[in-house]
Nanobody
């Protein structure tokens, strides 16, 4: 059974930083590309960042580019997302996801095969 578990969410003041982690089990971690998405109630799930299986290619949404970093650790079977200079509009539930199309750091939620349950991030102004 595949399980993705996010952690690291919480309440942060605007301007602060947060590091989200996602650990995986039940799949060959190194064979997947990984992504982070976020969702606000009533809105569609939004792409945040993605990284290919090799870790050589990363993609970022315009909204977080320059203040976020996605990394992966195949040995620990984990992928992390750090966001700096947080803004109230970063408030959302953050999800990690795994894609079998490992060579592509996709922005499309439909191309991901497995999802975590999400972790809430709230940025206060």
């Amino acid at each position: 059974q595949v399980m993705l578990v996010e952690s690291g969410g919480g309440l942060v003041q605007a301007g602060g930083s947060l590091k989200l982690s996602c650990t995986a089990s039940g799949l060959t971690f190194s064979s997947y590309a990984w992504g982070w998405f976020r969702q606000v109630p009533g809105l569609e799930r939004e792409f945040v960042a993605a990284i290919t299986w090799s870790g050589r290619v990363m993609e970022y949404a315009d909204s977080v580019r320059g203040r976020s970093t996605i990394t992966r650790d195949n040995a620990k079977k984990s992928v992390t997302l750090q966001i700096d200079r947080l803004k109230p509009e970063d408030t959302a539930v953050y999800y990690c996801a795994a894609a079998r199309i490992r060579a592509c750091a996709s922005r499309r939620a439909g191309e991901y095969d497995y999802w975590g349950q999400g972790t809430q991030v709230t940025v206060s102004s």
